[in-house]
């Protein structure tokens, strides 16, 4: 069984050798306990925060322990009658082969509606966060202007298209390179799109917002956000999901001109996903019908082999990702 540890915990850009693959047995599954041979993983952006000693939402990552995550693969040995062989589970001990683990800390998904990475990214975590985002936090209403940062990642490229289904006038994104750009335009339907790494990125978010901004689903924080500040209107939203931007950069960015929420009574709402699981039955009938419809265009993006999970989240870090980074197991 082949599991990824943390070796060192990194500073700014993690490298290759914060990581540790490890060859480890697969214990015998104690009562109510079964075997699951991983077939997908995530690798998200939070665990890079999770690589951090320091108190946050989830519990930081243990230096020489596993690495964790969302996984959905089957079951190959059981010791609980709720959750037999064979059965697709999905469930949180992912870069690993083999994960043993509760039959009750899993859940039986059906491969046959849909593929095992949907589970991690357009019917899972990823997706609810975009629905939870727009709708419960943004409070997103028909015929208001959208701006989505992040737009072609897992949660953007959601969060965007939910924003067009549930009536949104206009839906703006930014990504970081211009095949992502024209991707949002050509295929996922937005109105209009920038690179952020190309020009400055506030004279290209004006240009592309002349009737301002309602709701800005914000997954980058940073230079972003404070551009985003002076285009929003009256009463407008902010929802802030992300701040990636952030997460490797040892200075922080010092937003200015937060006093502009003040005279546009803007509101700046942090939230979690795991405080909308209650959404979840809502999000996934709204989001299956949609799919059922061929609405939503789902974007993964896959590397192959447990050997190369460090690679893919990297390479989601550096932005090689379009749609959802899911690593499969399958090959070395
Ligand atoms: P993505 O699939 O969007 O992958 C990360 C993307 O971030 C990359 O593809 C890259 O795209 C972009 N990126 C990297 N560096 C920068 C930078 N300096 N500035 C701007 N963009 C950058 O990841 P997710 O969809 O899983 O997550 C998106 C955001 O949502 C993250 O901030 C994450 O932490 C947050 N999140 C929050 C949750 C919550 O409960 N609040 C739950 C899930 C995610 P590009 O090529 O465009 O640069």
Redesign the pocket.
């Known amino acids: 069984n082949r599991v990824w540890q943390l070796a060192a915990r990194p500073t700014g850009f993690p490298s290759p050798e914060d990581f540790r693959l490890v060859e480890e047995a697969v214990p015998a599954p104690g009562p109510g306990q079964v075997v699951v041979r991983n077939e997908v993983m995530s690798v ?3 665990m890079r ?1 999770r690589m951090n000693d320091v108190p946050s939402y989830v519990a930081p990552f243990q230096l020489d322990r596993p690495l964790d995550g969302g996984a959905v693969g089957t079951v190959v040995a059981s010791e609980s009658p709720d959750v037999p062989v064979g059965a697709s589970v999905l469930h949180g001990l992912g870069w690993r082969e083999y994960a043993v683990l509760d039959a009750g800390h899993t859940r039986v998904v059906d491969t046959t509606i849909a593929p095992a990475s949907a589970y991690l990214g357009v019917l899972g ?2 997706g609810l ?1 975009a629905y939870a ?1 727009l709708l419960d936090v943004a409070h997103m209403r028909p015929d208001e202007n959208v701006f989505v ?8 490229s959601l969060a965007g298209q939910i924003a067009r289904l549930r009536g949104a006038r206009t839906v703006i994104g ?4 211009p095949e ?1 750009v024209r991707y949002l335009v050509d295929d996922l339907g937005f109105d209009g799109a920038f690179n ?2 190309e020009g400055p990125i506030r004279t290209q978010l004006k240009q592309l917002t002349p009737d301002g901004i309602d709701v800005y689903f914000d ?4 230079e ?1 956000l404070e551009a985003a500040l002076f285009r929003m209107n009256l009463h407008g939203r902010v929802a802030v ?5 952030q ?3 040892p200075e922080p960015y010092g937003i200015r001109n937060l006093s502009l929420l003040i005279s546009k009574r803007v509101s700046l709402l ?5 405080d909308h699981w209650d959404r979840r039955q809502a999000f996934v009938e709204e989001m299956s019908g949609w799919l059922r419809e061929g609405k939503v265009k789902v974007s993964e993006t896959f590397v192959d082999g447990i050997g190369h999970a460090v690679d893919a989240f990297l390479g ?6 379009v ?3 899911i690593v499969r197991l399958a090959d070395p």
């Open positions: 998200d952006p939070a925060g975590m990823p966060t985002g940062s992040g737009a072609a990642g897992a949660v953007g930014s990504a970081g390179s992502k952020y790494k997954n980058v924080g940073g972003q999901c992300g701040a990636i931007s997460y490797n950069s942090g939230f979690l996903v795991m989601m870090l550096r932005g090689e990702n749609g959802k980074m």
